[in-house]
């Protein structure tokens, strides 16, 4: 196992645990206990988590995974949600997308696009991501709109004054929406609130608003709400989904497509 695949375990672990001991995670990950030990004073150096006498603690009450420690988690759903969103945008549009590792493989697979291939612009992308920017920027077919702000190094995004400045003069077509909680009652959600005020505002700009979310994010609730499910035209995620869930998301007159 490598170190990067070693410390996404370790991280998931602990968020699922709230405390790991040095021999449990030996046991779990079947390395030796001086591997954890040394793994656990690397991660406590990054702040990923608190390193306590014999173990560690998750970093917080707020403790949420970097990006980079996601990016495996239903990487396949995600690849196919992913291309199915794509599809769904159109030539010439002015097109925003939120952070997340979702919305990351929508700017990889509108990257591959054939029919995006050239063009004056062939997108307009909108994007308080940086990761997402730094993967388009290279396409001189796209035009890329990065919003300014102060970045979060959990998951690349610009948050803040700055980003809303930005995106309150910009008009998109369409917003694709990164979430960890999307429920019919409650509506899109993210852990973090400055987060979710700016894809909140991404989404007023924009004629259409599609969530790309897997299935595991359908159902549930988080702490910081973006914006009510009245306000999403679609939702694209995979075929593991709950088919009543699905059913009451079409009750509440959004389009979804399972892939």
Not at 106 to 126: C, E, H, I, K, N
Not at 199 to 214: F, G, P, T
Request: glycine letters at 6%; aromatic letters at 4%; charged letters at 25%.
């Amino acid at each position: 196992m490598s170190r990067d695949a070693r410390w996404k375990a370790l991280l998931e672990l602990l968020v699922e645990r709230g405390r790991l001991d040095v021999e449990e995670a030996a046991t779990v990950l079947e390395v030796s206990a001086a591997t954890i030990r040394r793994d656990f004073d690397q991660l406590a150096e990054q702040q990923m988590l608190i390193r306590t006498r014999g173990g560690a603690v998750v970093h917080g009450v707020s403790y949420e995974l970097p990006l980079r420690y996601k990016t495996a988690r239903h990487a396949s759903e995600k690849q196919r949600i992913a291309k199915a969103v794509a599809e769904l945008l159109a030539p010439g549009e002015a097109v925003g997308l939120t952070g997340g590792t979702t919305t990351t493989e929508v700017a990889r697979a509108l990257a591959v696009r054939s029919d995006l291939a050239s063009g004056s612009p062939a997108l307009t992308v909108v994007t308080n991501a940086l990761n997402i920017a730094n993967e388009l920027a290279v396409r001189p077919q796209f035009k890329i709109v990065v919003t300014g702000g102060v970045a979060r190094a959990q998951s690349y995004e610009l948050i803040g004054p700055l980003t809303d400045g930005v995106l309150s003069q910009v008009t998109l077509d369409v917003a694709v929406l990164g979430v960890v909680a999307f429920d019919v009652t409650h509506g899109a959600a993210a852990h973090d609130e400055a987060e979710a005020a700016v894809n909140r505002l991404l989404c007023e700009r924009a004629e259409r608003v599609v969530v790309a979310a897997d299935s595991s994010k359908l159902g549930r609730r988080a702490f910081a709400r973006i914006c009510a499910t009245n306000t999403i035209h679609t939702l694209v995620t995979d075929t593991a989904a709950d088919p009543q869930t699905l059913s009451r998301f079409e009750d509440a007159g959004i389009s979804v497509l399972a892939v």
